[in-house]
């Protein structure tokens, strides 16, 4: 997975992360925060609209500013856990404007992946983490006469 970012944190083991977080996190997820632990991505934005056909949400694109690292992620937590709660979901990445990319708190191989956005709630995205950045494309491949 670090060939998707110019810049990760450093590894984490899997001790400090059950001993400092206690909740439930997919493999996939918990392997990222191992290896790479937050970072900038190289190719950073995400074509939302073919996720959400029906317009549910007013984004195009969404442009993801950081994925958090674990010591982000328990401070991201600490501040959504009563509001992303009710949907079983964990902040992994912050998307500007305010929005989060999150996973599924589940114990499962792969991390479901979701856009939340406080004014319209979760949007299913991805089976899985690699699915999602392989997915991530450059300011260079946006095509705003798609949806007009």
Known sequence: MKKYF???????????????????????????????????????????RQYDPNKTNPNIYIIIDEFLSFEQLIKAWHYTKEELSDYNLLPIANVRGGMLVCCRQEETINAELFFYDPDFGPLKLTDSLLDFLNLLISEKEIDDEKYK
């Open 6 to 48: 110019k810049s990760h944190g450093e590894s984490i083991t899997t001790y400090n992360i059950k001993q400092q977080l206690d909740i439930k996190m997919p493999f996939e997820y918990v392997k990222f925060l191992q290896e790479i632990n937050g970072g900038i991505l190289d190719k950073h934005i995400f074509e939302l």
